[in-house]
């Protein structure tokens, strides 16, 4: 391997020939290279991802929403059963959002997780949350969806879709 | 999935296809039924028509022909009692889902947003007559 060297020697001197012949030619690296400036900071987040992002901490709350109001009845009652296997397709309605989500390196992702602990409802006191609560917020999670998938791309628009009717189907289910 | 390639013509074609299988197969589903549920396969049945001559303006007022219903359609499975005139009325109501959500992947937005409210109230009439809801109607089999 006897060319190597000269050859590992040549990279180098083109490399940190590069600014100088940059100079002569008058140009600055932006006008050079077309892509993103990687000086420029993190580029802005996408409309889609900002929308589910949205969506993903209404879904959040929703799931708040349902753990308050079962975790705070203090009865195994037939209610409390009831909407344990609505919060169980909640969770399912997060984790299917959260898998769409693809975050650029080094934006915080670790709120989104599919497992939303019950501390995660601080607004809203033990058993206080009426089923005509439960029912309005499905009411406007379903509206909310349908409002924001005409923007993003067709299979998100569709999982959006599917959520909203699973939360209108809630709503019947919990008497409206 | 229906993918976003889906013209907005062919999916409304296919929606209205599956309003008039379900207009059909609550003929079915009626006959085995009584009481209230008959009452509501009635009333569901009446809103699949409504359905159907709304889907067939739209079709016309894009300068289309919209799909003739068939005389007969194929059932999924037998019919002969109460249980199986529910599944059927479930299954009917998932087909229509499906319809719609393929609405809801066209470009046109306000077709999207027309098949994402259509398919909830598709949607809530499955879980009726399943008796329990599902967490993603339309994406999944019933």
Redesign the interface.
């Known amino acids: 391997m006897p060319d190597i060297l000269p050859r590992r020697r040549l990279l180098a001197a083109s490399a940190a020939a590069l600014p100088a012949l940059l100079a002569i030619a008058g140009c600055r690296s932006a006008e050079v290279f077309a892509g993103p400036d990687p000086l420029a900071g993190r580029p802005p987040l996408s409309r889609d991802v900002i929308t589910l992002q949205a969506v993903i901490a209404a879904e959040q709350a929703m799931i708040a929403l349902y753990q308050v109001a079962v975790h705070g009845d203090p009865r195994p009652t037939g209610r409390a059963r009831g909407l344990e296997?609505?919060l169980?397709?909640h969770r399912?309605?997060l984790g299917?959002l959260v898998a769409r989500l693809i975050l650029p390196s080094g934006e915080p992702s670790a709120s989104f997780s599919p497992s939303t602990s019950p501390s995660a409802a601080p607004t809203t006191g033990p058993g206080r949350v009426t089923i005509a609560q439960l029912r309005a917020a499905e009411r406007a999670s379903?509206t909310n969806?349908?409002r924001r998938?005409?923007?993003v791309?067709?299979?998100l628009?569709?999982?959006?879709?599917?959520?909203?009717?699973?939360d209108?189907?809630?709503a019947?289910?919990l008497g409206g | 999935m229906a993918v976003g390639s889906v013209t907005g013509l062919a999916a409304l074609q296919a929606a209205l296809a599956a309003e008039d299988a379900a207009i059909f197969g609550y003929g079915v589903a009626g006959a085995h039924l009584s009481g209230t549920r008959q009452s509501a396969a009635a009333q569901d049945w009446t809103g699949h028509n409504e359905a159907r001559d709304t889907l067939t303006a739209m079709i016309s007022g894009l300068g289309a022909t919209p799909v003739a219903a068939q005389a007969f359609y194929q059932l999924p499975f037998a019919v002969g009692d109460a249980a199986s005139a529910a599944a059927l009325a479930a299954y009917l109501e998932d087909g229509v889902t499906r319809a719609y959500l393929g609405l809801v992947a066209v470009s046109d937005q306000r077709l999207r947003t027309f098949g994402a409210v259509a398919m909830q109230s598709s949607a809530e009439r499955a879980a009726f007559w399943q008796g329990r809801t599902q967490a993603f109607p339309g994406l999944q089999a019933s």
């Open positions: 296997g609505l169980a397709q399912q309605h299917q379903a969806l349908v998938l005409v923007t791309p067709p299979d628009a569709q999982l959006f879709a599917s959520i909203a009717a699973s209108a189907t809630h019947v289910a």
